[in-house]
T-cell receptor, first 109, second 113 residues
Framework: GQNIDQPTEMTATEGAIVQINCTYQTSGFNGLFWYQQHAGEAPTFLSY????GLEEKGRFSSFLSRSKGYSYLLLKELQMKDSASYLCAVRDGDYKLSFGAGTTVTVRA | IAGITQAPTSQILAAGRRMTLRCTQD?????MYWYRQDLGLGLRLIHY???????GKGEVPDGYSVSRANTDDFPLTLASAVPSQTSVYFC????????????FGPGTRLTVL
């Protein structure tokens, strides 16, 4: 089976940095995704890591360590619009993704 | 149509009734998926299809069926709805190559009474 863990909630101040950790134990590994989901909306793609290291995309960065079964999503210069759920998902072998339960980030002024 | 559409947006259904949730994509993606999302449990895969004419079971397939007659459409049917099927249902699609990034539809909120 698949086991993907991430914190349930995080709170941070506008302009700050927040790091969302994700650990996984899966039967296979072919890439890790991060999605953003605003309340009442569909998930939207943020990042994809298949090799170890850091992928940077504007204010968002994602890191992967395959040997440790670990990833994080780093959100910099937080804005109020970043208040959302962030979903970690692993592609274990073919097309399918297994999702963590999601981390709700609240940005306060 | 741009991307993925789902219908209906929301539905209240009596237990025991049959219901089909519709999903259509115009990106010519080979792979399509159905998820349910429940508070505290995240997205769970119900069924998937790697290409037209083939389907497979996901993590929580019981009580649901799918068909994939063509590339664009992937309907999800609840043969006899039960209250535990109250959830938000998302359809998604992806290419069959590269990162397999999934694109999600807007969701259907289903309440079974």
């Amino acid at each position: 089976g698949q086991n993907i863990d991430q914190p349930t909630e995080m709170t941070a101040t506008e302009g700050a940095i927040v790091q969302i950790n994700c650990t996984y134990q899966t039967s296979g590994f072919n890439g890790l995704f991060w999605y953003q989901q605003h309340a009442g909306e569909a998930p939207t793609f943020l990042s994809y890591n298949v090799l170890d290291g850091l992928e940077e995309k504007g204010r968002f960065s994602s890191f992967l360590s395959r040997s440790k079964g670990y990833s994080y999503l780093l959100l910099k210069e937080l804005q109020m619009k970043d208040s959302a759920s962030y979903l970690c998902a692993v592609r274990d072998g073919d097309y399918k993704l297994s999702f963590g339960a999601g981390t709700t980030v609240t940005v306060r002024a | 149509i741009a991307g993925i559409t789902q219908a209906p947006t929301s539905q209240i259904l009596a237990a025991g009734r049959r219901m089909t949730l519709r999903c259509t994509q115009d990106m010519r993606h080979n792979a399509m998926y159905w998820y349910r999302q429940d508070l505290g449990l995240g997205l769970r895969l119900i069924h998937y299809s790697n290409t037209a004419g083939t389907t497979g079971k996901g993590e929580v397939p019981d009580g649901y069926s799918v068909s994939r007659a063509n590339t664009d459409d992937f309907p999800l049917t609840l043969a006899s709805a039960v209250p535990s099927q109250t959830s938000v249902y998302f359809c998604a699609s992806s290419e069959a190559s590269g990162s397999f990034e999934q694109f999600f539809g807007p969701g259907t909120r289903l309440t079974v009474l």
